[in-house]
């Protein structure tokens, strides 16, 4: 009997042990033909977790790499984001190195919605906070790299941020898809296909971190970071119906920039980004102002894309790209 209840302890223990890591998902073990299945507030955060929490041996991969997720109902009132891109997390005021943080596996929602309330006004409620994870990037997942895909996914509510607490690119689904430094060089591609942006994006910036002060993307499915020329980004069927206003701090002196799908402002690889078949409906204001992208160097692929929304652009605008 004491073999059997120490094996029972053992057992309980171990169980603990991974589904603090790895999620209390709803079923599945995480394969193409048996995805994790997430139903509920509770095992959304812990997959969030999972991916933030759970670093593999080389650094810059993380334990979500190359699994695959579905979501089997709609889920109301998330209040931070899931992972973080990049290998610095900021924490009370300090950066530290920490790996990639980023979403690498495949996130098929199903057609069901994820509501957040992302107010960066609000203090921090924990240490591993919104306004943490949000110092980069802020998005419902703050960041994807590798092969990852999201698709057939709808995501409402709400990001607000205050001046001297964000820097970085602010996106409805994805904060940014790109590489960190000294990831592996084997060609990636991302696609994020059939999936709806209501987020109403409110976003005063500032200058902090990232080098250029000029270029502070909001958008509303994804900001396209740093591209090499062996990578690709496909962006299709997707609509944007969030409004979306960025607007400049007295501090810092920023130029934001707003887009109702995508941007790509990294001045490298953007011919290998592809937006097919996308709409915007939502209201579009910033410095500069694109109905569907963003694309200083005029090299996004664009095709069969129509917006119906208003575009407003202090120094540049244009129904499709300025």
């Known amino acids: ?42 095992q959304l955060m812990a997959f969030a977790d999972s991916v933030i929490y ?17 979501l089997m109902n709609s889920i109301p009132s998330v209040e931070r984001p899931i992972g973080h891109h990049s290998s610095l997390l900021y924490e009370n005021g300090i950066m ?5 943080r980023s979403f690498q596996g495949s996130f098929d929602g199903q057609g069901h919605k994820i509501t ?14 919104l306004r943490a994870q949000c110092f980069l990037h802020c998005a419902l997942f703050a960041g994807v790299s590798d092969n990852a895909e999201i698709k057939n996914l709808i995501v409402d509510g709400y990001i607000r941020t205050k001046p001297n607490t964000q820097s970085g690119e ?3 689904i994805v904060g940014t898809y790109g590489v960190t430094a000294h990831n592996h060089d084997t060609p990636r591609k991302f696609i994020i296909k059939n999936c709806i942006s209501m987020v109403n994006i409110y976003a005063e910036h500032r ?11 909001s958008s509303g499915i994804v900001n396209i970071g740093y591209l090499r020329n062996t990578d690709s ?9 969030g409004n979306i206003e960025s607007v400049p701090t007295t501090i810092g002196q920023t130029h934001p920039v707003s887009a109702g799908i995508a941007d790509c402002l990294s001045d490298k690889a953007c011919n290998r980004v592809f937006i097919n078949r996308c709409i915007n409906i939502g209201y579009i204001k910033g410095s500069v102002a694109g109905g569907i992208t963003v694309d200083p160097n005029n090299n996004i692929n664009i095709r069969n894309c129509v917006n119906i929304g208003i575009i407003e652009g202090t120094s540049q605008s244009g129904a499709i790209k300025p």
């Open 116 to 129: 957040i309330a992302f107010d960066l006004n609000l203090p921090p409620a924990d240490p591993l906070s």
């Open 1 to 42: 009997m004491k073999y059997l209840i120490s094996i029972l302890f053992i057992f309980i223990l171990s169980g603990n042990f991974l589904f603090a890591q790895y999620g209390p998902f709803g079923g599945g073990d995480g394969t193409k033909n048996n995805p994790y299945q997430i139903y509920n507030h509770t």
């Open 207 to 217: 200058h902090t971190y990232i080098s250029n002060p000029e270029r502070r993307p």
């Open 54 to 70: 759970s670093l593999s041996s080389t650094t810059y991969n993380n334990w979500s790499r190359g699994k695959y997720f579905i």
């Open 170 to 172: 602010i996106c409805g």
């Open 233 to 241: 980004v496909i962006i299709e069927d997707c609509i944007n119906m």
């Open 96 to 100: 530290t190195h920490g790996g990639e």
